[in-house]
């Protein structure tokens, strides 16, 4: 018997439309596996009718602010509805992208584990200390902070969907780009600007139990994956599983590259003990996987890389989502 299964969509971040695209493909995936949906957008009546329609479970498809920061899960913890995905604590955690490198070091100094992930060294910088306190002042020692100097990436420090994203090749572009960023967000990274082949690597599961889909090989005509591009039909390929000639010439050694990326995707999401599902967004540099972000609600629209990933291991969206809304039937 199928279950009534809330699914949260919209909301108001800057990637509300992302959000209503995948929580469509969600509400169709859990219809065809046999739930009651019942669509929620994240207005003012979200508590009532949550209250009223008494769900088995929430799905969240909220991406950006409230839908990965914690506010949602927090909330549905206050309501004790069950729901899919990390809790709240985890989320505040994921969301900013400045806590990589105290979350993997954390993570081995409990464990002993060899170091499998890597990360790009950075800078954090708040709004209010770039426009009240100076900091405009010093973006001089930009250089000379982030190993190997320029070129560097410049992002807002807690979002996705790319905005606000800018390669900075010397100082004179740094403080405008810090202002844009700056609109999406309350504070900027500023990080070593990493050139090579760009992955996503789905997980499902939780703890020891979690397991890599195929990482999803991501390549933008353009040569950069941002904003437009992913909004842009055709303007970026998706290679599912990765190529093995982008990893090496060698076909051994692609697979055991490959094993690598997914030991380092594991890494991560352990580390910040995530649960249920996400993405971890990495690129192989050559010689180690660079890892940049956690996405604790991966994008679920048609072509998002979460489905593709699923399809190249051979699993239908419907029955991943049934198997994860199900196990929390009370």
């Known amino acids: 018997m199928g279950l009534k299964v809330a699914v949260l969509m919209g909301g108001a971040s800057f990637e509300r439309e992302f959000s209503l695209s995948s929580g469509k493909n969600v509400c169709a995936a859990l219809e065809e596996a046999g739930h009651k949906v019942v669509p929620l957008d994240t207005t003012s009546d979200l508590v009532p009718t949550l209250r009223s329609e008494r769900p088995d ?18 909330l549905l913890e206050f309501l004790d509805i069950p729901f899919v995905g990390s809790p709240s604590h985890v989320c505040h955690r994921t969301w900013n992208k400045d806590s990589m490198h105290y979350e993997l070091a954390t993570y081995r100094a409990i464990t002993g584990d060899a170091p499998v992930a890597s990360w790009p060294q950075g800078i954090y910088l ?33 979002g996705g969907s790319a905005m606000g994203v800018h390669r900075v090749d010397s100082v004179d572009e740094l403080g405008e780009a810090i202002l844009d960023a700056l609109s999406f967000d309350e504070a900027v990274v500023v990080e070593q600007w990493v050139e090579g082949v760009e992955m996503a690597v789905s997980v499902l599961g ?40 982008s990893l090496a010439q060698d076909e051994a050694d692609a697979q055991a590259i490959r ?28 010689a180690q996987a660079r890892a940049f972000e956690v996405n604790v609600s ?33």
């Open 57 to 74: 479970v929430c799905y969240s498809a909220l991406h950006g602010k409230h839908g990965e920061d914690g506010t949602i899960q927090s």
């Open 126 to 158: 708040a709004r209010d200390a770039f426009k009240d306190m100076g900091a405009a002042t010093a973006l001089d020692l930009v250089e000379e902070r982030v190993i190997g100097g320029y070129p560097v990436a410049v992002k807002p420090a807690h």
């Open 206 to 245: 939780t703890g020891w139990d979690a397991y890599a889909l195929p990482p999803v090989e991501i390549v933008a005509k353009s040569g950069r994956y941002d904003t437009e591009a992913r909004m842009t039909p055709g303007a970026v390929e998706y290679f599912a599983p990765v190529r093995p000639a």
């Open 259 to 286: 094993a690598e990326i997914e030991r380092a995707a594991l890494e991560v999401y352990r580390a910040y003990q995530v649960r249920d599902l996400a993405r971890i967004d990495l690129i192989w540099d050559g």
């Open 298 to 330: 991966p994008g679920m629209a048609e072509h998002s890389l979460f489905p593709t990933a699923c399809a190249a291991a051979g699993l239908s969206l419907p029955k991943v989502l049934d198997s994860l809304v199900s196990q929390y039937a009370r």
